[in-house]
C-alpha cells in the first residue's frame, strides 16, 4: 500500500467555525445582559410603585379614620330634623359618635348605641331638649343637647 498524504492540520485561528461560535457567544451575552438589565429595572420599578401605592393605602386610610373622629371620644353629630314640628308629627333624632362605647338619649324610650350614623324618632307633646351622653372604655364621657320645638 501506499502512504497517503495526511492533510496538514489547519491552525485553530484559521477554523471559521471557531470565530463564528465566539461571535455567536458574544452576542448572546450582550443579549442575555440586555434581558437582565431590563429585568431587573422593571422589578425595581415594580417595588417602588407597589410601595408608593402602600404608602397612598396608609394615608387614606389615616384620613378616615381621623373623618369618623380618630382616636379621641366625640359626637361628631347631632341635630333633630325638622328642628320644629306640630303636635302630634314626629322628627327625627340623628346622631353620629366617635369611639363611644356606650350612648344614651335622654329623654328617650327606644334604645340607642354607638354609630357613626343613626336617626330615632321622636314624637314630643311639648318643646323638649334632648340630651345625647357618650361613654368611652376608660368611663370618659361627653355630652350635647339638642331642643325640638313644638307649636
Known amino acids: 500500500m501506499l502512504m497517503e498524504k495526511q492533510p496538514e492540520p489547519k491552525a485553530a485561528y484559521k477554523n471559521p467555525l471557531l ?50 373622629g380618630g382616636k379621641e371620644l366625640a359626637i361628631q353629630n347631632f341635630y333633630a330634623a325638622p328642628g320644629v314640628i306640630r303636635r302630634g308629627e314626629s322628627a327625627k333624632l340623628c346622631y353620629g359618635v366617635a369611639n363611644a362605647r356606650k350612648v344614651r338619649l335622654e329623654p328617650q324610650s327606644n334604645p340607642v348605641w354607638p354609630s357613626y350614623a343613626r336617626c330615632v324618632d321622636v314624637s314630643p307633646t311639648a318643646t323638649t331638649t334632648y340630651t345625647l351622653t357618650i361613654e368611652d372604655a376608660a368611663g370618659n364621657t361627653k355630652s350635647q343637647t339638642l331642643e325640638v320645638k313644638v307649636e
Open 19 to 68: 470565530y463564528t461560535s465566539m461571535g455567536i457567544g458574544i452576542a448572546l451575552l450582550y443579549v442575555g445582559w440586555i434581558f437582565f438589565f431590563r429585568w431587573s429595572e422593571n422589578r425595581d420599578l415594580e417595588h417602588r410603585a407597589k410601595q408608593e401605592k402602600a404608602e397612598k393605602q396608609r394615608e387614606e386610610d389615616r384620613a378616615s379614620v381621623e373623618q369618623m
